[in-house]
């Protein structure tokens, strides 16, 4: 409740301005127990408006993790999709429309992010059921592939390397990883670990 008080402020002397100085005085009033809000409704009001911010914010959220993280092709974290040099998802139909030379090679992005090539078939429709880890096994280098030479040389230190990834000349001490290549329901290609026998050299794979 509010209440107010009318009272003129004279000096101590009278003057013709006394009249102008009178002002208004306002005080406050004990407020009473029955206008302050009730806590419980607060509470409810308060929740309320939580859950009507955090509905729309988590949506968002929720549209840039799966813009950030898109889904695997499988529940397999170990799987990754083959990506160009623009790091966009490979599809296979238009790889092979591009590629379809037999034994064709170019280098994409696979696991770890490493360079891997893939690799037409000798029909010029599918691809190789593996692919070829670019970095050179002696000191990490990128080996490019020679094709008028049919194999992957070093040009850091001169490793060469046949059409499998296999060494014929060092100083490279060990075979190029694999990696599996898949095609997915979607004709998305990608990568999985290699982790049984290196079929080039009949050995566990050095690279587990």
Avoid at 57 to 83: C, H, N, T, W
Avoid at 131 to 152: A, D, E
Avoid at 168 to 181: E, F, S
């Amino acid at each position: 409740m509010l209440s107010q008080k009318s009272s003129c402020i004279l000096p101590s002397s009278f003057s013709k301005r006394a009249d102008k100085r009178c002002r208004r005085v306002v005080t406050r009033s004990n407020m009473s127990v029955s206008d302050v809000p009730d806590r419980d409704k607060r509470d409810t009001m308060n929740t309320l408006l939580l859950a009507g911010v955090a509905l729309p914010s988590s949506m968002i959220a929720g549209s840039y993790l799966d813009f950030l993280y898109p889904p695997r092709p499988s529940q397999d974290r170990e799987v990754q999709y083959a990506k160009d040099l623009f790091g966009n998802n490979i599809k296979h139909s238009v790889w092979i429309q591009n590629h379809s030379t037999p034994l064709e090679r170019e280098l994409t992005q696979g696991l770890n992010g490493d360079p891997t090539y893939l690799i037409t078939q000798n029909d010029g429709l599918h691809l190789q059921g593996y692919g070829i880890n670019s970095i050179c096994t002696h000191l990490g280098c990128v080996v490019p592939w020679i094709s008028s030479q049919n194999k992957f040389i070093c040009p850091c230190h001169g490793s060469q390397y046949n059409a499998e990834g296999n060494v014929v000349r060092g100083p490279a001490p060990l075979p190029l990883a694999l990696a599996h290549v898949y095609t997915d329901d979607n004709d998305t290609v990608f990568f999985r670990p290699w982790k049984e026998e290196d079929f080039r050299t009949h050995d566990s794979p050095w690279w587990n």
